[in-house]
């Protein structure tokens, strides 16, 4: 489509990388338009976000944009399964060394703070503490 929107964005499936694609896939091809989607942190000027978002807007490509998000959102979800699956089994693992106690930890836990603090997390780990499971 010949858009230069990655020039502008770090990371195209953050916040308004996603919300710009979606724009897109819904109608949207005014580059005008999608300067209220781009978040605060950007520091592009709205020039230049104009500007890399001006481009060809040919039938396949848009097709292949929205099968390759649709795509992406499957991907997501099923990671978002698997993770729960792992946190399952983390659990029965805990409550297996407990005696059969099951308990959620919490991921607010003093220990997983000093942790946090030391490292921050990204969006590829898993959206529970592994490491609280694997202490106990």
Known sequence: MNLKIHTVLNDIT?????AIVEAIISGERNAVNFL???DKRVKAS?????KSLQGNWRAEHLFLL??????YK???EQIALCDGEIEAALQLMVAQKRDGIIE???ITESSSVNV?????????HPAFNTRE???S
């Open 14 to 18: 953050g916040k308004t990388g996603k």
């Open 74 to 76: 499957f991907i997501q």
């Open 133 to 135: 499971y694997l202490k």
């Open 36 to 38: 209220p989607l781009i």
């Open 104 to 106: 959620k930890l919490s």
């Open 116 to 124: 946090s603090k030391k490292k921050k997390t990204n969006k590829s």
């Open 66 to 71: 929205k099968q390759s998000y649709t795509m």
């Open 46 to 50: 709205s020039d230049t976000i104009c």
